[in-house]
């Protein structure tokens, strides 16, 4: 493999004889960043329990019951997915090349999933570029038991808007959470981390492809999709950084919770965190 760790956090680039960590902080590093503060200063820190009460302001909506620790602000819900066999299921090409329908106890995804696949989800996060007002998703909702996921970072004024309206009609129904673990990745690396930290006995990973080339453009939930802006700035050395801290992360939250990771298109050639995944069971 291109990449060899040195030591807990460290990892040298054989190819460039760059070494790196694989904890990187908001506000601090840069882009690079996975996490939005070290654990002991996250729920103390303006990106912790500050930017979570910001998003009820923010929306003029008052703070659900929540509970939090070093890892997570999530608001109170009954939490189905203890010890149960969960998959996190992305928006990349292996969401359709492999078979995990009816395979799992609960599945969590994002965004469009719904236009294309019937089973339903237990937590559908949506990001801001989703019209939550929309008849699709008033119609999905009407018709499923699902949870709606809500992260943080609706900050725009129409994202404002839309969001506190949404708010007001599906409150029971809606679980805002935020994760320390925040890197440019994707909304499904956190639903794993999220997953991790519900109690899950088992987490598998589909869809999660991200992106091997410029052509890397196959998305199931939408049809094709552009490239993230990260990804065309930054590049592959960047994005297999990423993905490095993730698994590092993921794994260590899994062995203290007893929790079994499995990435199930690691087979898939075009699957860009299988370089990782594979040799780090």
């Not at 996250?42 to 659900?64: A, P, Q």
């Not at 506190?164 to 981390?193: D, L, M, N, P, W």
């Amino acid at each position: 493999m291109r990449y060899k760790k040195i030591d807990e956090n460290r990892w040298i680039d054989l190819r460039k004889n760059e070494v790196f960590s694989t904890k990187y902080y908001k506000d601090v590093d840069g882009k690079k960043f996975s996490f939005l503060a070290k654990t002991n200063s996250y729920l103390s820190g303006h990106n912790g329990l500050v930017k979570y009460n910001n998003f009820y302001d923010r929306m003029n909506i008052e703070t659900s019951k929540f509970i939090s620790n070093h890892e997570i602000i999530i608001k109170e819900h009954k939490n189905k997915i203890k010890d149960k066999k969960v998959l996190i299921l992305g928006a990349g090409p292996s969401a359709s090349d492999i078979e995990w329908q009816n395979k799992f106890d609960y599945i969590l995804t994002s965004n469009n999933y719904y236009k294309n696949f019937l089973e339903e989800p237990y937590l559908i996060t949506f990001t801001p570029y989703i019209n939550l007002l929309s008849d699709e998703i008033a119609y999905f909702l009407k018709n499923t038991n699902s949870l709606v996921g809500l992260e943080t970072e609706f900050l725009k004024e129409k994202e404002i808007k839309m969001v506190s309206e949404f708010y007001k009609k599906h409150k029971e129904r809606i679980v805002v959470y935020q994760t320390r673990y925040c890197s440019a990745i994707g909304t499904a690396t956190r639903q794993a981390v999220l997953a991790v930290l519900l109690g899950a006995a088992e987490v598998h990973l589909c869809g999660l492809d991200l992106f091997e080339d410029n052509s890397s453009t196959s998305h199931c939930f939408e049809g094709n999709k552009d490239l993230p802006n990260w990804r065309k700035v930054y590049g592959k050395d960047f994005q297999d950084r990423q993905v490095i801290s993730f698994w590092c992360y993921i794994k260590q939250l899994a062995e203290k919770t007893n929790c079994r990771i499995f990435n199930i298109s690691e087979d898939l050639s075009y699957n860009c965190m299988r370089f990782i995944t594979k040799e780090n069971k």
